[in-house]
């Protein structure tokens, strides 16, 4: 269940447990309430319980002792109280875990903090302040208040800080001249990248770019269908866009039949997972560009009908 970045509201069903096959339920960036359904806790091939920045609240059950194959588990940004149970402890699998930005207190059990070293590389509680929410002596951070800065995926301390570097990482692949005034498209993807002020990793930063890019490329204010493209969620959300589920990269872009116009831009192959090309039936002009080999993981291309 992929659903994140969204405005769900209501609870996670209480007969989610039902969904016995269940690997990984996203979703976070929503605003969903209530407690986690003890039924939640025996869907024990669960390796991934996403549901951060939400409104849940309540505590969280022994009972999550049964998750023994969880692998990742991100709960930060939320109003969950009472303590951090021992019983956290029993998860082997447990590589991330995110608390922090809640109403816990206590104590980080010993138990816990065991696992860091082992499979347990990262976790987090709001551990900071004098004294702190919850005492942990094993987190590897301690919520916002680690940092002031404005975005810290690419240490930028300032929002001018932040919208030179994204600049520079992204004329890296478009190049030195990208911005200037008679290059309107790359500037509109730029600006709608500082706009909304996406802080992420640089691999990240350049997807939600080249993907902006390409709805200004192709004049995207003139196609049929626009659905979606440039809001506030994930770019894999717009569209047709297709991704990898697990590393969320693009896959398959495809929008067929959709009144592009425009011209394909050759950032496209800056896509690492990228495999299918398929914009056929539209009025897609100019040339197939020059690094198409760049795209070394193609499969498919699919242009006809256009006026290239």
Same mark, same amino acid.
């Given at each position: 269940?992929d659903?994140?970045?969204?405005?769900?509201?209501?609870?996670?069903p209480?007969?989610i447990?039902?969904c016995?096959?269940?690997?990984t339920?996203?979703?976070?960036?929503?605003?969903?309430?209530?407690?986690?359904p003890?039924?939640?806790?025996?869907?024990q091939?669960l390796q991934?319980?996403?549901?951060?920045?939400?409104?849940f609240?309540?505590a969280?059950?022994?009972?999550?002792?049964?998750?023994?194959?969880?692998?990742?588990?991100?709960?930060?940004?939320?109003?969950f109280?009472?303590?951090?149970?021992? %019983?956290i402890?029993?998860? #082997?699998?447990?590589?991330?875990?995110? +608390? *922090? !930005? /809640?109403?816990?207190?206590?104590?980080?059990?010993?138990?816990?903090c065991?696992?860091?070293?082992?499979?347990?590389?990262?976790?987090?509680?709001?551990?900071?302040?004098?004294?702190?929410e919850v005492?942990?002596?094993c987190?590897?951070?301690c919520?916002?208040?680690?940092?002031?800065?404005?975005?810290d995926e690419?240490?930028a301390?300032?929002?001018?800080?932040?919208?030179?570097k994204i %600049?520079?990482?992204?004329? #890296?692949?478009s190049?030195?001249?990208? +911005? *200037? !005034? /008679?290059?309107?498209?790359?500037?509109?993807?730029?600006?709608?990248?500082?706009n909304?002020?996406?802080?992420?990793?640089?691999?990240?930063?350049?997807q939600?770019?080249?993907?902006?890019?390409?709805?200004f490329?192709?004049?995207g204010?003139?196609?049929?269908?626009?659905?979606?493209?440039?809001?506030?969620?994930?770019?894999?959300?717009?569209?047709t866009?297709?991704?990898?589920?697990?590393?969320?990269t693009?896959?398959?872009?495809?929008?067929?039949?959709?009144?592009?116009?425009?011209t394909i831009?050759f950032?496209?192959?800056?896509?690492?997972?990228?495999?299918?090309?398929?914009?056929?039936?539209?009025q897609?002009?100019?040339?197939?560009p020059?690094?198409?080999?760049?795209c070394s993981?193609?499969?498919?291309?699919?242009?006809?009908?256009?006026?290239?």
């Amino acid at each position: 269940i992929d659903l994140d970045s969204n405005q769900i509201g209501g609870t996670i069903p209480d007969s989610i447990g039902d969904c016995s096959n269940l690997q990984t339920i996203d979703v976070d960036n929503n605003v969903m309430s209530g407690t986690i359904p003890a039924s939640l806790y025996s869907i024990q091939g669960l390796q991934s319980l996403d549901i951060d920045t939400n409104q849940f609240s309540g505590a969280i059950s022994a009972e999550i002792s049964s998750l023994t194959n969880l692998n990742f588990l991100s709960m930060h940004k939320n109003i969950f109280t009472g303590t951090i149970p021992t %019983e956290i402890a029993n998860l #082997g699998e447990l590589e991330i875990a995110y +608390f *922090d !930005e /809640n109403k816990f207190t206590g104590t980080m059990p010993a138990e816990v903090c065991a696992l860091v070293g082992n499979s347990l590389v990262t976790i987090t509680s709001d551990c900071s302040g004098t004294p702190p929410e919850v005492e942990c002596i094993c987190c590897t951070g301690c919520g916002p208040s680690d940092s002031n800065a404005f975005c810290d995926e690419i240490e930028a301390a300032t929002e001018l800080e932040y919208n030179d570097k994204i %600049e520079a990482i992204f004329k #890296g692949i478009s190049g030195d001249n990208a +911005f *200037d !005034e /008679n290059d309107s498209d790359r500037s509109a993807a730029l600006d709608f990248i500082r706009n909304e002020q996406f802080c992420a990793e640089e691999a990240a930063l350049v997807q939600r770019y080249i993907s902006a890019l390409f709805y200004f490329a192709t004049d995207g204010e003139n196609w049929t269908n626009s659905s979606n493209w440039l809001s506030s969620s994930h770019e894999c959300d717009w569209g047709t866009i297709d991704c990898n589920i697990e590393t969320q990269t693009i896959r398959v872009l495809s929008n067929d039949n959709n009144n592009l116009g425009g011209t394909i831009p050759f950032e496209v192959c800056f896509l690492p997972s990228l495999t299918i090309i398929d914009l056929d039936s539209n009025q897609i002009g100019g040339t197939i560009p020059d690094s198409i080999g760049d795209c070394s993981n193609l499969q498919t291309i699919d242009v006809d009908n256009n006026v290239m």
